[in-house]
């Protein structure tokens, strides 16, 4: 019954798809000014969503009849469970790669989410949503170059390398020469992007509502509205789509860090925008020669040190999340570069200091103050393990009364009774087997809540989960886990967020008198937590 179903729905999603869109089509090509363009986005957008209706009943067929009458916690359904989500996560990746834009992004994002999707999925779009991103032809980056600049890119730089450097699910970058010698990475956008962005967008959540209408318990529709975050609400187009502003968030960052966070000004950099040579479809910049933040090698033979560039990291976005607020959403490996500091510092040990470099600044979420002071609060419970702060400012970003401790599981990776365990090291994932184990026995036991959750978070919340999945993915890569360091610096710089918070509402001395006692009480527990880490590392050496 359920296969029939499915399978005539599949079939009358095509069919509508085919004759609504042939319709609109036809009238929309013979009247666009850009015929080719038209008739590709009104041929491609249907196909997508005949092959999503595919793939997605194909998945859940799957699912249904393999598991058919297997009794529930049982080994063999753990193990057809296991070869089941193994096909699907191959399937969906398959999907991703054929329809590109929009659905490499989701792929990327589900890479992430250890704390709800099956390992399996995690494993096999951390595989490749990075590595196999498509590529324009040079004919079509010619095309976007005359119709942007109305110049070839021959006729505009010196030396340009049709063959790009990069490819990610959105642009492509190539290196080039500029006419007075300076090299530049120049990123172009990938044909039609901003012409099929809310058509696909749309397809998504046709398809999410369907199944989650199909099968109650899946619902995965707060993908939808994460999506939704990252578009403007009058055009309807991803910001990422528009490189114009793009280049405006990366030097509204690192001006943040010249007027907020000066002690961290030289350590983190974007690379120049050459404005006369950028456009919404095509971004020329600075050339920045790096190691992706995961490449440990690479970064050891530049003499840096991995824990160096971890605690740099750390630092950098705890700035931006608790003290700017205007935080980059996207911070995986392939947008976080590392290099010596131009200036050749070192440190008292002689180790070379880091340099972070920001790329892709597409995505940004600018936090208001009441957001941006409860996250921090939420934040410095979770590092001091105050259980009734952790309920109160969990409770007013939108996890609610009941679903308070799981909202500071998904953001620690700790069950509940380590969240709130005393120990200094608490919150610290080691990534061991048991590590692993316990993380996906948690998503596993606890899927149908954690939906919920993720359902009813602001979105601005959801794009902070999603930075948070990418650091400690960043994390994972220096360090084979978290660091208790890292901890100590959220814990700081957190902290000292909320008391400045409340300077600025101070409205009395003995307001001001009780604030001042905080930060006394503050510095003691972050230099009894410093020496706690100085302890471990010490016995640590001495083990080692």
Known sequence: MVLGFLLRTTAKAGALATTVGGGIAAAKIATSDDPETTFKIYTAVPLRLVRDSFTVATIALDYECSLLGLPEKSA????IKHEVHTRSARRLEELCFRNGGIYIKIGQHISQLDYVVPPEYVKTMRK????RCPVSSYDEVCKLFKKELGAMP?????EFNPVPLASASLAQVHDARTRDGQRVAVKVQHSHMTDTASADYATVELILNTVHWLFPSFDYRWLVDEMRESLPKAIFVYQELDFVVEAKNSEKCLDNFRRLSPH???YVYAPKVYWNLTTSKLLTMEFIDGAQVSDVKEIKR???????????VSKTFAEMIYRHGFVHCDPHAANLLIRPMPSNKRSILGRKKPQLVLLDHGLYKELDVATRTNYAALWKA??????RAIKEYSVKLGAGDD?????????????????????????????TDSDVSELQMYASEYFPQITDLLGRLPRVILLMLKTNDCLRSVNRSLLQGSSLETFLIIGRVSSEAVLETKKMQRKSFLLGLTIWLEEILLEARLMSMQIAVWLLQFRKALSG
């Open 76 to 79: 063999e359904r753990e193990r």
């Open 128 to 131: 490749s949503m990075l590595n």
């Open 154 to 158: 021959e006729d505009i730089f010196e």
């Open 264 to 266: 961290l000004r030289d």
């Open 302 to 312: 530049r003499g840096i040190e991995p824990s160096d560039v971890a605690k740099l």
């Open 382 to 387: 979770l590092v001091f393990s105050d259980a």
């Open 403 to 431: 679903l308070y401790a799981l909202f500071a599981g998904i953001l620690t990776m700790r069950p509940w009774n380590k969240v709130i365990d005393p120990a200094t090291d608490h919150l610290v994932v080691k990534g």
